[in-house]
């Protein structure tokens, strides 16, 4: 038998492969044997810890915003629609734009990096506030809300007189009330509730100390007016409570929301201890931002509770009759405002806003309810939606994500000068993230169900990306409207800014 050179050489070789790879753990390949690694232990990763996960918060929340900046001027220099463009597209033609009925007011001192900024969303929450003599001023803060990593240790705030006209601050221009708050109590001291939701300024202001100027609450801490200004109180047994004013005429009294009690204070001796402390029917709640509203000039107020609003009505001695329990709510956010005469019967009405409250198809759209301030007084338990004279809802058209009344104007305004209040009201993450205000004028009000895609209500739409009206206030001022705008990019990325925007007389109907 012949046998081949080149056979004998290639078994010559396989031999020898085999062998070395035998050598090194490797096993020669047999037909139809299956090979079996042995099990590779699982390494042992440990946690991340706050350092790494506070780099992935940032890169991951940055990437939203970018995601939309990139989209957003894609679509204004090229008209190219895509998904987070689609809504802002879409509905553009209903809008006024704010740089066109605006003046950009006041901008923060700039802002030099992305994170960590002690001027980054300025504005998230602002305060107004009235004085004896000249227009009322303006209290705005930077965000300060319980996702440390987003936000620096040294936080910018500001006074600014809403009369003033448009200006740049600079680092000498912070109040530092702020970060006094932040450096005594971190900013737990701003955050409410189990949801942690960041409301750093009571629900309401009022001259606590007699001098004719208003005073606010900060993050449980009274802050005064005096002859140099606006200054912390001292005594800090409030400190990180929910805290509104009782405004009584000739007295105003400080409440703080205790779980089953309201305790009452006089804000001119705090240390004293409470003067009263007012009993309630069922235990507020835990994951509101605002549980306790005064609301009808001192006599009444709102409780809050897991699953009602109830209504207390005040008489001698601190006593409180429980008058309404209104049913209905879902949960998320929930806040009275634009308290003013709708029904046209000198009694105070107001507004509750439930800016994350999803329709029938679980679509966050939020909704506005008129109460009627002759009603409530005993109305007894009622499902809020049998009470409210008119019912507002959002729609999808102008946010698949967000709802409407994110903030509303502590006071209702006559914004047309026509003699009868008018109701504003915004969505924050409106339109592709540029945020909204809406104006519904009196004389348009309807009894029943409204949308804000009503044809009569007058709709602004704010910078792109610049997420026009934070939570919870702006202020209705004759006919132009205070709003902030807390990722403006006046002063740089996530900056904010202030703006004073002039109500157009009529909705823009032109490109429908």
Known sequence: ????????????????????????????????????????????VAPPDDATISIQRERDWYRYFYSYYGSMERYRQTGHVDQRSRVYADAIGEFYEIDDVSELALCPAPSDSLVTSQAIYFGARVAFLSQRSGGPIMYSMSYLGSADWIHGEEPFDAFWPVTSGSQELSAADNAGLAATVLSAHGSSAFNRGDLQYFAPISFNVADANGDGDDDFWLGGRLVLSGPDGYALDENEDLASKEVSFLDQGSATWALVANRDNIDVFDPGSIGSGPVASIPLEAPLSTTRSFTVMPVQGGTMFLA????????????????????????????????????????????????????????????????????????????????????????????????????ISATLSPKAGDL??????????????????????????????????????????????????????????????????????????????????????TIPESPRMADR
């Open 416 to 501: 047309d000068g026509d003699g009868t209040l008018d109701l504003s009201f915004t969505g924050h993450r409106h339109m592709s993230e540029a945020g909204a205000l809406f104006v519904l004028p009196g004389t348009a009000l309807k009894a029943g169900a409204m949308s804000v895609t009503d044809p009569s209500i007058i709709k602004i739409v704010g910078q792109p990306v610049s997420q026009l009206a934070p939570y919870y206030n702006h202020m209705d001022l004759g006919g132009h409207i205070i709003v902030a705008a807390d990722n403006d990019l006046c002063s740089g990325l996530n900056a904010g800014a202030i703006y004073d925007v």
């Open 1 to 44: 038998m012949k046998i081949s050179v080149v056979k004998v050489v290639g078994l010559s070789v396989l031999v020898v492969l085999s062998a070395f790879l035998g050598a090194l753990g490797y096993r020669a390949w047999r037909p139809h044997q299956q090979v079996v690694a042995a099990p590779v232990p699982a390494p042992v």
């Open 304 to 403: 809050v509770t897991d699953g009602s609003v109830d209504v207390y009505n005040l008489s001698t001695g601190w006593a409180a009759d429980r008058v309404a329990s209104l049913t209905g709510f879902q949960t998320g956010e929930l806040f009275a405002g634009a308290f003013g005469d709708f029904t046209g019967d000198d009694v105070i009405d107001f507004w509750l806003s439930e800016s994350r409250w999803k329709n029938d198809e679980g679509e966050i759209v939020g909704r506005l309810m008129l109460i009627d301030g002759a009603a409530i007084a005993s109305a007894g338990k009622v499902d809020v939606q049998d009470l409210a004279r008119t019912t507002l809802l959002g729609s999808t058209r102008y946010s698949d994500y967000d709802g």
